[in-house]
């Protein structure tokens, strides 16, 4: 297909000229020889209604620079670029990042000089590897996340990317609602206080299992971020690297009390000096609280007299 002789929409893209239907997808899915696989957690969005709602969740525009992690055969790429925003992809599977600018060129030519795909891990994406990403002053991620790494993703990219701002990611229902919940839920976890060090978190809607190929055993939704809360110095991420470790070992063993939890890694001083009630359980406790009481271990490392004087 060319721009001078476009083929017709797809009864499921009528009235959403230059994305993709599921006709669309199957048939360049078959072109590229791509069969959708568990292993990079694989679902096509084939709606086009639902990817031109994520765009429009995450409020991008033509200011906007976006990169969007998994964009598999290109349904919300075109979404994300029709909103004239400048976008880089990042894709971990070598045929599907292959394919993508061909699929952009024939859909929507005017958007490739906005638009770049690099073959990589999320996992192990760095500044270096996206320069343009790196030197904006701001960037959002939104994208359709593997279900199997999405926390891990979140998580990576607001540690190594100080200037992205916010994300509208979809992802399986139960990871949004781990995301998003509150202290004492017994759904609240790591992802749950990890999340809250950078910022603040809010379901934006649910998403079906129909929009899918193939359709996943479990429904999706719209998790919507906004960073307020930057690491800037050295100082800052040792700060975050010692709170998220008494955040992993309190989740590990989290129906015990924090004083069983955390004995091997926290003086029994540092409940008092932080004034938190070490009967409690890691789930009732705010990220707030954690850093609190990494900051108490802290300043009892560096006091070691009063640490031994408590032994």
């Known amino acids: 297909m060319t721009a001078q002789n476009p083929q017709p929409q797809t009864e499921s893209a009528e009235g959403h000229p230059g994305l993709l239907g599921a006709a669309d997808i199957r048939r360049i899915a078959a072109e590229a020889g791509v069969t959708p696989t568990k292993k990079f957690g694989q679902n096509f969005v084939i709606d086009p209604g639902t990817v031109r709602r994520i765009a429009r969740t995450a409020d991008i525009d033509a200011d906007s620079t976006v990169l969007e992690v998994g964009p598999g055969l290109g349904s919300l790429t075109l979404a994300i670029l029709e909103t004239g925003a400048s976008l880089t992809a990042v894709e971990i599977d070598p045929p599907l990042a292959e394919r993508l600018p061909n699929t952009i060129a024939d859909r929507m030519p005017e958007a490739s000089d906005?638009?770049?795909?690099?073959?990589?891990?999320?996992?192990?994406?760095?500044?270096?590897?996206?320069?343009?990403?790196?030197q904006a002053e701001a960037f959002t991620l939104v994208a359709n996340l593997p279900y199997n790494v999405a926390t891990p993703i979140i998580i990576t990219l607001l540690e190594r990317f100080p200037n992205l701002t916010g994300f509208v990611v979809m992802v399986q229902k139960e990871v949004a609602d781990r995301l998003t919940e509150k202290p004492g839920s017994k759904i609240y976890g790591t992802p749950s206080v990890k999340l809250q060090w950078f910022g603040t978190a809010e379901k934006a809607g649910t998403i079906g299992r129909h929009v899918f190929w193939p359709a996943p055993n479990v429904d999706s939704a719209l998790v919507k971020f906004t960073r307020t809360h930057t690491d800037r110095t050295e100082e800052d991420v040792r700060d975050r690297e010692r709170t998220f470790a008494l955040v992993d070992a309190a989740?590990?063993?989290?129906?015990?009390?924090?004083?069983?939890?955390?004995?091997?890694?926290?003086?029994?001083?540092?409940?008092?000096?932080?004034?938190?009630?070490?009967?409690?359980?890691g789930e009732t406790l705010t990220i707030d609280e954690f850093r609190t009481l990494a900051q108490a271990a802290r300043d009892l490392e560096r006091d070691p007299e009063s640490t031994e004087a408590d032994r």
């Not at 690099?118 to 590897?129: F, G, V």
């Not at 890694?265 to 004034?275: D, I, M, R, T």
């Open 114 to 134: 906005r638009f770049r795909v690099i073959n990589r891990d999320a996992l192990k994406l760095t500044p270096q590897d996206v320069p343009e990403l790196a």
């Open 251 to 281: 989740f590990a063993q989290r129906r015990k009390t924090l004083n069983a939890a955390l004995r091997k890694v926290l003086p029994k001083q540092a409940f008092e000096s932080a004034g938190i009630d070490p009967s409690r359980r």
